[in-house]
Every structure is written in structure tokens, then in C-alpha cells.
């Protein structure tokens, strides 16, 4: 099956490429970029005027839950979500039930996602045995597996000497040990940002020092070790702060942050809604204008979504019992462009390299990009296209969306990963996703 893409906007940041005209897919490769392009035979036209086409988005933060909890996600259930959201490839976080610390988790995950999903899994293997903190897993086995990285999102390994040794080995396989960056010991059973706003609500505090000391703690044995950390979720100033320095220094030190904390503050939990509680917490104004800075300066690489659903009933409970996360493939791309693009934070292609070459980058993941002879991963979406989030249409089992009822911008309008074209339901109503057979 052939595609011709006509007058679309093409953008490929890695490659210098950011300019209007066509593209023509044929046989899952692309055959030809830029320009008018006249096709040989008789390719499915699509009208592309005023639409993106981009390298297809890559997450690398995502918690699948299964297996263990088939109820909040499957990996079925979270790729579709992934490929309505326009992403042709997404990393799934450990903490799962059991754990991804064997051989044996990473492989089902990988084959799970081969029968069952549309776009590419990279699995995320434990750094400790069951999460625990207590020894290394068996880093190389994990890796022969097929892990991109290793980590116990989650929770943060507290022994210095186990994150040292882990960095030791990690490096040995040129994979990034991810760090969940929250020392406990002082968010010390807290459920939101510490500070003027959990006063008022009386409500526990977590303070921006619990990831700050943890980064700091970090970097330090990355330097010590010459290992490559990668910082998960980066949510306060002080943690950009250290990020920045450790850039300037020159270490191996990355860092994502996820949509909500470009988006939102603490001052949104003034209704106490429990779809807005997540770990780390959404933090103060000050904060999130600094994450903000700093994913245009490239202090933070990458965006990822921290997707982690939750079933209704574990979030319809008072705010202290329930569970931190909220969902975020399918609503990832319209936040970004609604609250940092159109209001004039972020250039659009710096938004589309935080979602695309960054992580790639960071994973070790190929990306083809816009080139010809490249195997075809491609968005295509509408950044003036506007929908009202209702979270009963997502694709993903769980609801738990900060955004409903918000009318946000950017519609993703179709995915070409290979042979195949996904086409998501449309956001404003109507349609069914995946309506190609080719997608099937």
C-alpha cells in the first residue's frame, strides 16, 4: 500500500528539515521527501495542508501495569493509547506484579507486545531484585533480553553503594540507569507539594527537597561511577538547577519531564481532585516556569508522559488514600501545543525533538526520521485542530486525566509505522480508531 502525503509541514528537527511539501510512503519505506511529488500508479491521496508530519513520538515513560494489574492497563489497551496519542514507540516502566528483574519478565513483555500491540515496547528491567533496594538484578541478563534501561521507578534506591555499582554496571552495556528521584525519608507519607497551598488544604506536604537531595545524591555517583543517569519526572527549580550544573560539568546526566508539570501547579488542587495527584507532585508557579525555561534551553531533553492509569473506583476516595498517577499518552501532544506552544513558551520544533530524537537518543532507539529509504515512523497531526478531552473515549483502560472537560489544541490525524497506516479516532466525535485494515 502506498500513501502520498500532500502539503504537509515536514518537520524533522535531527535532520534540519522544517519545511512544506509532500511525501510518499510505499511498501512501509519512504520513497521521497519534499517538494510536489507525482507518483507512479495510483497512491491514497491525503490532503495535509496545515497538518504536521513528523518522526512518530517516543515515550520513555510508561506504566503499562500488566502484568499484574490488567484491570488499570494492559499492554494491549496501552499501546492503542500509545498510537492514538502518536506515538510509534514507548518504554514501559518495571513496577509491574512481579516486577520486570528476569529474563523471563522482559521477554513476556516483548512478546506480549508483538501479538497484541501497534506500536514498538522497550522494557525498562529493575535495578534492584523485586524493587527491593536490597541487591543488583541481574543487569546483563536484563539486557540480553532486550531492556533499554534500567530503573525501580517508583521508588528511589536509597543504599548509595547499590546505585554506584549499578551505574558501574549499566555502563558496561552503555544503557542509562533512570533514577525515580524522591528520598522518602522526607516526603515522609506527604500526597502534594509542600508549602502555602497544602497548608490551606491541610493536606501533607512533600517537599521540593525530597527529589532535590536525591538528584544531587545521583549525580554525584554518576561522576564517581562514569555512568549515565537519566532523571525521571523533574518537577521543581532546584532540580533543574542541578541538572544544569551537572550539564555544565560535563556528565552523562539527562533528564524528562512530564506534561502536567509544564501545564499545571499546586494551586489546581484547590478542589481536591484526585486525578490531579501524582508523584512528584505538581509544584508552585516558580516551578513549573523553570521546567518550562529549561525545556527550552535543553537542560531537560526529553518529555515523556509518566503515563500511569488508575481504575475509577482507586481514584474516587479522599485525597490522602488515593493513588498518585494520572494517564497522559492520548492527551500528551494537544497539552504540550495548548499551554506551551500557542501561549509562546516553546518553538514547535523543539517540542517535536523533546518527543522524538531526544528520547530516542537516550534509549539508544534508531529513529528514521524524514529520509528517503527509511523504514516509515511518521505523525501526521493538526495543531490548530481543537477537542474537548472527555476521557470515556480513551483508549486506555483508565480515565484518571487532569484535563477533562478542557478544550485543548493538536489532533493527531495518523500514524504510518511500516506497512501501516492507524488512523485514531477522532477526537471531536465520531469514527473508530484503527479503521485501516492494514493496521489490523
Known sequence: MAWLVKGARLLDPARGIDRTGDLLVDGGKIVRVGGEI???GEPATIEAKGCVLAPAFVDMHVHLREPGREDAETIESGTRAAAAGGFGAIACMPNTDPPLDSQGAIRFVLERAEEAGPVQVLPI?????GRRGERLAEIGDLVRAGAAAISDDGSWVESPLLMRRALEYARMFDIPVVTHAEDKRLSAGGV?????????????????????????????????????LHVAHVSTAEGVAVVRRAKERGLAVTAETAPHYLALTDRCLAGYDTNRKVNPPLRTAADRDALRGAVADGVIDAIATDHAPHPLHEKEVEFDAAPFGVVGLETALAVLLTYLVRAGHLPLPRLVECLTSAPAKILGLDLPGLAEGADA???????????????????SLSRNTPFAGERLFGEIKALFLGPKR???????????LFPDEEAR
Open 377 to 395: 515512523s511518521l505523525v501526521l497531526f493538526d495543531p490548530e485542530g481543537s477537542w474537548v478531552v472527555d476521557p470515556s473515549r480513551f483508549e
Open 422 to 432: 492507524i488512523v485514531p479516532r477522532p477526537k471531536s466525535g465520531g469514527g473508530f
Open 192 to 228: 502534594m507539594h509542600e508549602g502555602e497551598m497544602s497548608l490551606h488544604l491541610g493536606l501533607r506536604g512533600i517537599p521540593a527537597e525530597s527529589e532535590v537531595v536525591a538528584i544531587e545524591r545521583d549525580v554525584r555517583l554518576a561522576e564517581l561511577a562514569e555512568g549515565r
Open 38 to 40: 507525482r507518483a507512479d
Open 125 to 129: 528491567g529493575c535495578i534492584t531484585a
